[in-house]
């Protein structure tokens, strides 16, 4: 090779390495320099979003619009002064106080103490177990330590905080606290409608206490799980396991002949019997026996519900909560009783109080224990036994309330815990609810008062069986024989109370399966519908195929 082409050569490897430097420079060099002249800053917050103003225009007409922050999202900074920074976000630049920007997530989740929204039971672990300490609405907890892996930047949500109480270290789940005193009296409830019906009975306020301040009433995001996505319409067929067992081919093939989309499985019924070998039992039951119908393993449920849902069906279990007379009875202090402790048998059950928070971890037990194989888990008898007024008056029945809480507080209070551990198994929650408490807008002294319940759970589940209507009720002259308006009346008003919270619970109604022909069965859903909703589910009492087969003449989309 001559000189010639040796130089030619060697400018051209020249040049090369300078194109490489000069990429090198763009593609590592520039971000990096970027980073510097404009780093990178998280949004702080004493609340779990930081609303900002924004000023556009529209056709040159000024506009304002607001955008929701997330405690932990990030943003760049632009420039800063004194008091206010201009920071980028998603395209736009605007003004935020530097009090609300942190150099780090640590810096976001620092807070040396919380205050519970409500009366809450605390942890003795994360992911733990409910303890019997508790800390009131507004009490200063001091905090030990919180991990930024614990901060959820798409809700700003802190999951857990470990605090200190009484010289002992407990857990507080961080959707239920807030990190300054006046937010956690805030009265969130304002706008919320109650019957002061029950004063006459138990006070004047005590409706306002038992409904109100003792709530918590702040919005709560419901949450869609990507790898357990609710479908937008639920239509369910309620069935006892043996049932699904002994029918599955045919229930197999039920959504190819319906809409019928999802079933809703009895898991523990009334009389507290639980249709698998359940390890929990052993664990709560001194005598699990009593309880347990082991004929079907934990791995036979897991295929069982797998195949289900491999074939398309959403998959809900249903737990009857407080009505187990089998917890009752090993657990009489956990109880109804009179005052001298023995048990009392109402409505021909004993009945577990849903103040004992031995019972509340039962049956959130039995909840984690199956979650694994299903979709949603339906808790059902989640009240406190009706027809006790009078007990309650003269002071004969006891429901042993350890922590003078309102009914409606305790239930809420249940409900949480059980949201607050299913929600790691990625598995929604839903309780169902008489149908009167929500025609009348009190609680009817069982403690389902709606907008509690629905402020905390997934799915709220009334159930307005046209023959538990008496003639009159809401109007109608004799419900039983109207169906339609029975279920859009009833479904309005459902509407008027759910709107009140800014994020609702789903409604999906129960509608009455038995007694009733395909047309009849046609016409419930159709008032559903005319009340603009979608989705139900359908009690039949164990569900046997000769009332399914009665039926499902009017379970067919209309569409198809």
């Known amino acids: 090779m001559n000189e010639r082409v040796k130089r030619i050569v060697h400018l051209v490897l020249v040049a090369d390495c300078v194109i490489l430097l000069i990429y090198a420079s763009f593609t590592y060099f ?13 949004i702080k917050t004493n609340d779990s979003v930081l609303n900002v103003s ?17 405690r932990g999202t990030k943003v760049q900074l632009q420039e800063s002064s004194d008091t206010t920074s201009k920071v980028e976000y998603d395209g736009a630049i605007f003004a935020v106080d530097n009090a609300n920007l942190a150099t780090s997530l640590t810096e976001c ?65 961080g959707a239920y606290v807030e990190s300054q005193k006046a937010l956690a009296d805030k009265n969130y409830g304002s706008n919320i409608q109650y019957l002061t019906y029950w ?86 039951l001194k005598n699990p026996q009593e309880a347990v119908d082991g004929s079907v393993s934990l791995e036979q449920l897991d295929a069982l519900f797998t195949r289900f849902e491999d074939a398309g069906y959403y998959m809900i279990a249903r737990i009857v909560t407080f009505k187990d007379p089998v917890f009752a009875k090993q657990n009489p202090k956990e109880a109804y009783t009179d005052q001298s402790g023995n048990l009392i048998i109402h409505d021909g059950y004993y009945w577990p109080s849903a103040f004992s928070r031995k019972a509340w971890r039962y049956n959130v037990a039995l909840a984690m224990e199956i979650a694994p194989f299903v979709n949603e888990i339906q808790f ?7 027809g006790t007024l009078q007990n309650s008056l003269d002071g004969t029945g006891d429901f042993h309330n350890k922590y003078d809480e309102s009914k409606v507080a305790a239930l809420q209070g249940f409900l949480s815990y059980a949201h607050t551990l299913l929600a790691d198994q990625h598995v929604y929650v839903g309780a169902d609810v008489f149908a009167w408490p929500v025609v009348s807008k009190d609680d009817q002294d069982i403690g389902q008062f709606l907008p509690a319940l629905a402020n905390v759970v997934d799915v709220v589940s009334p159930m307005p ?9 809401m109007g109608i002259a004799d419900p039983m024989s109207a169906p339609q308006e029975t279920l859009y009346k009833f479904s309005s008003i459902t509407k008027t109370q759910l709107d009140n919270l800014e994020y609702p619970a789903r409604y999906r109604t129960w509608v009455q399966g038995y007694n009733v022909d395909a047309q009849g069965m046609r016409a419930q859903i159709d008032g559903i519908q005319d009340a603009g909703y979608d989705g139900y589910m359908i009690w039949a009492g164990n569900g046997d195929m000769e009332i399914l087969e009665t039926i499902l003449p009017g379970l067919q989309d209309p569409a198809q």
């Open 380 to 386: 059902d008898y989640v009240r406190f036994p009706d």
């Open 109 to 173: 989740v620092d807070t040396e103490y919380v205050y519970p929204r409500r009366m809450i039971n605390l942890f003795d672990q994360k992911d733990g177990e409910l303890t019997d300490a508790v800390a009131d609405k507004g009490e200063q907890l001091e905090v030990v330590s919180v991990s930024p892996d614990d901060l959820d930047v798409s809700t700003g949500v802190v999951k857990w905080y470990e605090v200190t109480k009484n010289d002992k270290t407990y857990w507080v789940p």
């Open 199 to 284: 004063d006459e009975y138990y006070g004047s306020g005590y409706s306002k206490d038992a409904y109100i301040d003792q709530i918590d009433y702040k919005p709560m995001i419901k949450q869609q799980y990507e790898d357990n996505v609710m479908p937008d319409v639920v239509n369910a067929y309620h069935v006892s396991l043996s049932n699904l067992i002994n029918h599955e081919q045919e229930l197999l093939k039920l959504k190819d002949k319906s809409a019928i989309n999802a079933f809703v499985v009895e898991i523990k019924n009334d009389d507290g019997t639980i249709f698998y070998d359940s390890q929990v039992a052993k664990k709560f």
């Open 465 to 473: 069986y046209l023959d538990h209507f008496s003639y009159g009720a």
């Open 54 to 70: 924004l000023l556009s225009f529209d056709h040159g007409e000024a506009a304002s619009k607001t955008i929701s922050l997330p």
């Open 30 to 42: 520039i971000p990096f320099l970027n980073s510097v002249v404009h780093p990178s800053r998280y």
